[in-house]
Nanobody
Framework: VQLQASGGGLVQAGGSLSLSCTAS????????MGWFRQAPGKEREFVAT????????YYGDSVKGRFTISRDNAKNMVYLQMTRLKPSDTAVYYC???????????????????WGQGTQVTVSS
């Protein structure tokens, strides 16, 4: 599956931003989807994941309660709604996919096989 993240930008602390991930070449209904982020000089960090049918979600501790992952399999899209943004949320955000036959979710970056180009999110203080 080919992935393309979009929707990044510059936002003030406390604001909101919504990211989209557009998939092509394969239906994402067969994939567990995830969002990761990487800040300069830091390791790639898990943000959120959603199961194939969207029944299960799981979030990294640093974004729990502020970010929401969702998906629309009919549109082949995955979303990340980010609220109450902090300067520490500044990073390049990536969407990722992993083929699955179960309703599981995955939080490890090495569990994902397909990655899109990232989109920059900058939160100013």
């Amino acid at each position: 599956v080919q992935l393309q993240a979009s929707g990044g930008g510059l936002v003030q602390a406390g604001g909101s931003l919504s990211l989209s991930c557009t998939a092509s070449r394969s239906p994402i209904s067969a994939y567990v989807m995830g969002w990761f982020r990487q800040a300069p000089g830091k390791e790639r960090e898990f943000v959120a994941t959603i199961s194939r049918a969207g029944v299960r979600t799981y979030y990294g501790d640093s974004v729990k309660g502020r970010f929401t992952i969702s998906r629309d399999n009919a549109k082949n899209m995955v979303y990340l709604q980010m609220t109450r943004l902090k300067p520490s949320d500044t990073a390049v955000y990536y969407c990722a996919a992993r083929a699955s036959v179960t309703g599981a979710t995955y939080s490890g970056q090495y569990e994902y096989t397909d990655w899109g180009q990232g989109t920059q999110v900058t939160v100013s203080s």
